[in-house]
């Protein structure tokens, strides 16, 4: 498993809203800045899917980024596989000053887990910056 976290200074209501509304994913969801999402659908219940369209914003390159949620526990925890059947969990966790969120996910085979790391935190990042701006 590979883990990416980060320390967010908001309440969970809004991280939660943020995380799973697919009119803020597409404000936030992108690895650089020359790369976004421009749709996301998501049905968060267990059963439920999400589909994320990645591109690259110049139109060369694009991909759906989709799973099925295991388990949800409200503003505590989300499972999903994706569709290469890799194991994803978010963890939202309240601390002193704010919520720590970690992801854990299986590293596929073809991109090396340190850029998978990179790619995955670059995101989060991302995510941290949306939600306290």
Do not use: C
């Not at 936030?28 to 439920?48: F, I, Q």
């Not at 409200?74 to 569709?83: G, R």
């Amino acid at each position: 498993m590979i883990t990416v976290q980060t320390k967010i200074q908001a309440p969970i209501e809004k991280v939660w809203s943020l995380w799973t509304s697919p009119e803020h994913i597409t404000s936030w969801n992108a690895a650089s800045e020359d790369w976004h999402t421009p749709y996301a659908e998501n049905d968060l219940k267990v059963g439920g899917k999400f589909k994320y369209t990645m591109a690259s914003k110049d139109g060369t390159m694009s991909f759906d980024f989709v799973g099925t949620y295991s388990a949800i526990l409200d503003k505590k925890l989300i499972a999903y596989s994706i569709e290469d059947g890799r194991m994803v969990i978010v963890v939202f966790e309240e601390q002193e000053d704010g919520f720590e969120i970690r992801e854990y996910f299986e590293p596929e085979s073809v991109n090396s887990e340190e850029l998978q790391h990179q790619g995955w935190q670059a995101i989060l990042d991302n995510f941290k910056k949306y939600v306290e701006n």
